[in-house]
């Protein structure tokens, strides 16, 4: 049976809007099929507010671990930090969870 859904890897960039980024998300999930695999990852502030949700719309069996991506997310300027979490149909929450800093000039952060 699958475990809790991890994320591994985060990078996030500045975007080409001032205040938005571009985030790839790479998650590890045993998925074993359409009835239990990680459907999502979300991008949370140091508030606790959903800042932005990449939904995945079907279990990745054979594809593990896996990295999608977001656009133009806008995170507001007084974050210094968000926390990136993903989701699976079984267990919800609480596999790992990655904390990192946001780059609000020039630059990229990375965080595993």
Avoid: K
């Avoid at 594809?63 to 999608?68: C, D, K, L, S, V």
């Avoid at 007084?78 to 993903?86: I, K």
């Amino acid at each position: 049976m699958a475990g809790q859904s991890d994320v591994i890897a985060v990078d996030i960039r500045a975007a080409d809007v001032p205040g938005t980024f571009d985030i790839d998300v790479t998650v590890r999930h045993a998925d074993s099929g359409w009835d239990h695999y990680a459907n999502r990852w979300e991008i949370v502030g140091p508030d606790g507010e959903v800042l932005a949700t990449r939904v995945l719309h079907h279990p990745h069996v054979h594809e593990q671990p896996f990295t999608r991506s977001l656009s133009a997310v806008t995170i507001p300027a007084a974050f210094t930090w968000v926390r990136v979490r993903s989701h699976d149909l079984v267990h919800g929450y609480g596999g790992r969870e990655v904390t990192l800093s946001v780059p609000h000039r020039s630059g990229a952060a990375n965080a595993r």
